[in-house]
Structure formats: C-alpha cells, structure tokens
C-alpha cells in the first residue's frame, strides 16, 4: 500500500525547476527531477485534524500531500509532515515512501546549505530503494522510478558541491534508468545538467553535445516546456561563443512559449529574461539590458523572487552608467546570495573587482579577483575534468556492453523465433493442402449442385414456356388459325432466346455485364435497370472478372424470375454498383413480400448463396409482409 498512482510518476519524474531556486532563491541552475504538485494543504489539514484516517497507509498519504504541498510554501511544516509520514512509513516497511520522504527531507537541508545532512537523507533513501528490491513487494517500474529520481538529486547535489566525477556517475545511473523506460522528458534533464556541469568548466563543445541530445529528445517527447530548458542552454552557449544571433533565435523561442503560459512556470519566466539581458549586455546593448532588467524586475515583484544572476546585472547596468556606488550595493547584495552556481559566483566577484578597481581600493579588489581565480581553478583544473572524462568512457564502456547483451540476447531470441516459425511454417502447409483438397472437393461438390440445379430450370424454361407453347401451336395449325399460328411462333422465338439468354448470353461474352443486364431489363414487362460507379475516369465499359460477371448475370436472372412468380409487383428494379472495393447488384420489388425467418432458406436463395459463396461473395435479404423485397449481392474486387 503506498503512496503515488501510476499517473504520479510521470508528474514527480517530468517536472522540471532549477533546483530550489522557488525554495531559496539560491541560483544553482541544475534541473531536478521533482514532485511539483499541486496539492490542497488546507482541506488534508481539515481531515488530519478533524478525521484522521484509520489505516496507516492512508495516513501516509495524508502526510505524503502535507509534506510536499508545503514544500515551496511553509519548510516547517513541510518538514514536521515528513518526519510525522517517516515514523508510519518505517512502522509498515513502506519503502517506497521511506525513500520519498527522505528526499523531501533532503531538499529542505539542501536548500538551507546544510549539505552533509542532505547527502545523509539521500543516503538513507538509497537504502530504502535496496529494501525494495531485497522485499520482492515492487515491480521494476516502481523501483527504478524511485531510483532514477534519487540518482537525479545525487548528481545535482554533488555537481553543488564541485564534485563532477560523482555528479557525473549519478547522472549516468539515472539516465540508463530513463532510458531503459523510455521516460523522454526525464532524458531532457539529465543531459541538460550533463551539459551544465561542462559549461561550469568552459567546455562549451561538450556542453552543447549534452544540449543538442538533449533538445532532441525534447522534440521527440513533443514538450514545449522541455524544449525551451534544452534551447535556453544552448543560447547560453552561444552567447559564451560570441554568438550572439544564434544565442537570440534561441532564446526568442523560449520566451515566445514561457509567456504565452505564465501560469507553468514563472521562475523560467524570470531565468529566460536573465539570459536574455546577458546576451544584450555581452553584445553590449546597454539599452536593450535596461529594458530586460526593467522587464523583470516587475516580474520578481510577481513572483516575489530576486535571485544573484539578476543582482549582477543590475549591477553592470549601474556600473557601465558609472555609479559605483550603486553598482557597489547590488553587486554585494549578489554575494549575499548563498548560490550554487560557479558561474554566477565567478561573476559577482569579477563585478566587485572591477567595482573596487574604480573606487580605488585595490586591496579589495585583490581580494575578489583571487576569489574569481579559485573558482575558475576548481572548476577548469585538469585533474576535474580527466575524471569526468573517465566517467564518460566508462559509461560509453557500459552502454556498449548492454547493447551488445541486448544484441545476443535479441539473436537468440531470433533462432528460437525461426525455429518456432518453421515448425509453423510446415503446419500451416500441410493444413493448407489438407483444407485446398477439401475446399476442392466441396468446390466440385457445389458445382455439381449447380449444375443440376441449372438443368432443372432450363428443362422447366423448357417443358412449361416452349413446350406448351409448340403444343398450342402444332393445335392452332390444325385448326387452320394462322394468324394465332404466327403470334405463337414469334412467341416461341422469343422464349427461345430468353432461356438461351439464361443459359450464356452472347452479348455477356462480348459485351459484359452491364451491357447483358441492361438488354434483359428491356426483355422483361416492368424491369428497369440503373448502373451507379465511384470511377470518376471517363472511358469504355466497366468489365468484371468473368466469373464474377456471368454468377452476377445468372443471380440477376433468377431473382427477376421470382419476383415474378412470388411478388405479385408490377416493378422490378435492377442496381449494379461499381464501388472502390467491391461490386453490388441489387433486385428490389414493391410487392408482398414475405417472413424471412419462414422463407429465406427456400430453395432458390439456398442455391443462390452457393452459387455467391464459391467467389467470396455475400448476400442480404431485406423483407417483410406487405413491404416489399430488397435483396443485396456483394463480390470483393
């Protein structure tokens, strides 16, 4: 019984902001993987205080909202939640949250520059993520969603504390773990801190490699917030470079999306415009950095947030005007702010340096220029940077390792794939021929059915229209009528040929389907016929495969002739529809009708469907007393 849903994950593992820049205003620009929800304080104190839940795992929830809605707002009682939600949590072994309320503790020691007790937390739920693979009570996805997020914070905190090599490895644990599920938004982090700690350094190239992986799995994860962390990195690299066209598309895209949705995240509001005015201040744009700063310095009255990077330029305008006292004041109200981040520190000593060169006190001035040196030396030394490059070649080492593990793993599921597909493969011929000689033998079964069935109508066609009609005649010419004598053979002539037309029209070999059905709507009293098509493309008449044409001619037929017989109609009308995918005739009448659950199996439409059957086709009978009959053949093409 824990804490998140499955809908969480993706919440706590995407949410980006730089890392307690809300809580502190500290200034480090590490993205961290964090929970940012939104939760409502106030109604789960009315429940803690007025219906406190009576199940433990329920409690921990309640506490769980407590603790991380309070996390921005109120650190004491974010706090007093977490150890309150930690005591229940170790009393049931919940590991999952022991690990998150760890983290939440953490960040609260972190923000406050209490590093020792942070790494501490951190490590404390380090060993819950090991109790919950050792307790076989979570999937790999739970356990990995913890472990990544915690691998995140690790690296940044250790990336705060200059310690690159491990910051580094951390980032790699995470990022085989976002990998591994394919959590996009997550990879974006991990390679823009990636690209962050190069930049510390001045490796721009290989700042911008992590940012341009990381850009590039934001557009695939089709996330504009994400998108907009990736290009601001870039600009700042760019600007690093001098190039300052470059560092401006990218960022005018990040301030296009940030401020046409001021309610996702207002600190990158600020951060955006930050960037914005270090480019317009290193291009030396003096009048386009007032407007920057003046921009958002009415955004930090918003958001009630001032951070060093801003303090900085504030104090370059001031001191590019020359008022140095005033550049003075802001630049130490920079240094005031406990920040994390080397860069940020490089440039207020530097400002404070150059401040106290112009005022004459050179001591200081010394002073602050050694400051800026120490932290170039620590961050740019050789020895730093050759551990983050072993880092790298071990994790490169390990990445080729498991895609070669993954390769003969995947081959040696391809052999078991091709065994088990051949063995199918001679299944499935010889079920093939065992149903080909059945299907042929019932083919020849129906086609003798046929057969008779088409000898029995044209003998009938026969016996009861011809017959009849040369014994009236052979009495007429006895009688000497010859006028009725003449009337009876033209008769007979013409039944002659319908029952030849039953039997293969000429004009169905020469002239097709259309054609056929068309001369025999003419040749029957109260007939009509229509074609409708779908093929635009003029030119000569539609033909069908011949099978298909000569079944459809002799369904036509038979259907005609009932109609005849049963309907009692004196309209009978014909459809062929040629559509895109298949051909339809349709033979409706306004007669009688019938009961379809009494007749549709009569003899005449039980050959019918057989005869339709042997070409895949189907047939749908519409019918009801008093209303008619509509019946549908369809053929696929």
């Known amino acids: 019984m824990e804490l998140f849903v499955a809908n969480n994950r993706m919440i706590r593992r995407t949410t980006i902001l730089l890392i307690f820049m809300m809580l502190t205003c500290s200034g480090a620009m590490w993205a961290e993987y964090t929970d940012h929800r939104n939760r409502g304080v106030d109604s789960l104190e009315?429940?803690?205080?007025?219906?406190?839940?009576?199940?433990?795992?329920?409690?921990?929830?309640?506490?769980?909202?407590?603790?991380?809605g309070y996390l921005e707002m109120n650190e004491e009682k974010s706090t007093q939640y977490a150890h309150a939600g930690l005591a229940v949590a170790e009393k049931i072994n919940a590991y999952k949250s022991i690990c998150n309320f760890h983290r939440i503790l953490a960040m609260h020691h972190w923000?406050?520059?209490?590093?020792?007790?942070?790494?501490?937390?951190?490590?404390?739920?380090?060993?819950?993520?090991?109790?919950?693979?050792?307790?076989?009570?979570?999937?790999?996805?739970?356990?990995?969603?913890?472990?990544?997020?915690?691998?995140?914070?690790?690296?940044?905190?250790y990336n705060t504390l200059g310690q690159g090599a491990k910051a580094l490895d951390y980032y790699h644990r995470a990022l085989r773990l976002f990998a591994k599920h394919d959590w996009k938004e997550s990879q974006v982090v991990a390679y823009y801190n990636m690209a962050e700690l190069y930049y510390c350094m001045g490796n721009m190239s290989r700042a911008m490699d992590y940012l341009q992986k990381s850009d590039s799995i934001a557009v695939l994860s089709q996330d504009s917030l994400m998108e907009s962390l990736a290009l601001e990195g870039m600009a700042k690299v760019a600007k690093n470079e001098g190039k300052y066209d470059d560092a401006r598309k990218y960022m005018q895209q990040v301030y296009d999306y940030l401020f046409a949705h001021p309610g996702e995240e207002g600190g990158?509001?600020?951060?955006?415009?930050?960037?914005?005015?270090?480019?317009?201040?290193?291009?030396?744009?003096?009048?386009?950095?007032?407007?920057?700063?003046?921009?958002?310095?009415?955004?930090?009255?918003?958001?009630?947030?001032?951070?060093a990077a801003f303090l900085n330029q504030?104090?370059?305008?001031?001191?590019?005007?020359?008022?140095?006292?005033?550049?003075?004041?802001?630049?130490?109200?920079?240094?005031?702010v406990d920040t994390d981040a080397p860069d940020v520190a490089r440039e207020t000593y530097k400002l404070l340096a150059d401040i106290y060169t112009h005022l004459n006190n050179p001591e200081l001035a010394q002073l602050y220029n050694n400051k800026e040196d120490s932290i170039q030396a620590a961050w740019s030394n050789y020895a730093y940077q050759a551990s983050l490059t072993e880092q790298e070649i071990l994790f490169e080492t390990e990445k080729k390792d498991m895609e070669l593990a993954n390769m003969m793993q995947h081959r040696r599921m391809l052999i078991i794939i091709v065994a088990i597909g051949g063995v199918l493969l001679i299944v499935m011929v010889f079920v093939m021929i065992i149903?080909?000689?059945?299907?042929?033998?019932?083919?020849?079964?129906?086609?003798?059915?046929?057969?008779?069935?088409?000898?029995?109508?044209?003998?009938?066609?026969?016996?009861?229209?011809?017959?009849?009609?040369?014994?009236?005649?052979?009495?007429?010419?006895?009688?000497?009528?010859?006028?009725?004598a003449m009337h009876l053979v033209d008769e007979s002539a013409r039944e002659m040929r319908r029952v030849a037309h039953h039997i293969m029209p000429v004009e169905l070999q020469q002239d097709g389907l259309i054609t056929s059905l068309k001369n025999y709507a003419i040749s029957v009293p109260g007939a009509h016929f229509q074609y409708y098509t779908t093929d635009t493309e003029e030119g000569p008449e539609k033909r069908f495969p011949s099978d298909i044409e000569i079944v459809l001619y002799r369904c036509a037929y038979e259907l005609v002739n009932n109609a005849i017989k049963h309907s009692s109609t004196d309209r009978i009308d014909i459809q062929l529809m040629n559509e895109e995918k298949q051909v339809v005739l349709t033979v409706s009448d306004k007669g009688k009708g019938f009961h379809q659950e009494q007749e549709m199996d009569g003899t005449g439409l039980r050959n019918i469907r057989k005869r339709i059957a042997q070409f895949n086709?189907?047939?749908n009978i519409i019918s009801q007393p008093g209303n008619g009959t509509e019946i549908n053949i369809a053929f696929p093409l």
């Not at 009315?46 to 991380?68: C, F, H, K, S, T």
């Not at 109790?131 to 690790?154: K, R």
């Not at 003998?459 to 005649?473: C, E, F, Y």
Request: some cysteine; proline content about 1%.
């Open 617 to 619: 086709g189907e047939m």
């Open 435 to 484: 149903s080909r000689r059945n299907h042929q033998r019932q083919k020849a079964r129906l086609t003798l059915e046929t057969e008779v069935r088409e000898r029995e109508i044209i003998a009938r066609d026969l016996h009861d229209g011809l017959g009849g009609m040369l014994s009236l005649l052979k009495l007429k010419i006895a009688n000497k009528e010859q006028d009725e």
């Open 314 to 336: 504030k104090a370059s305008l001031a001191a590019h005007d020359e008022r140095w006292e005033e550049a003075e004041k802001y630049a130490m109200q920079a240094a005031d």
């Open 46 to 68: 009315y429940v803690l205080r007025n219906d406190p839940p009576r199940e433990q795992a329920d409690m921990i929830r309640l506490y769980d909202g407590l603790a991380w």
């Open 111 to 157: 923000a406050n520059a209490r590093y020792a007790e942070a790494e501490k937390e951190l490590q404390s739920a380090q060993e819950a993520v090991g109790m919950m693979h050792e307790c076989g009570n979570y999937d790999d996805t739970d356990i990995d969603d913890q472990a990544s997020a915690l691998y995140g914070t690790l690296g940044n905190l």
């Open 268 to 307: 990158s509001r600020s951060d955006c415009l930050v960037t914005m005015t270090d480019i317009a201040i290193e291009e030396g744009n003096w009048d386009e950095a007032e407007k920057l700063i003046c921009e958002n310095e009415a955004l930090g009255e918003e958001l009630h947030r001032s951070d």
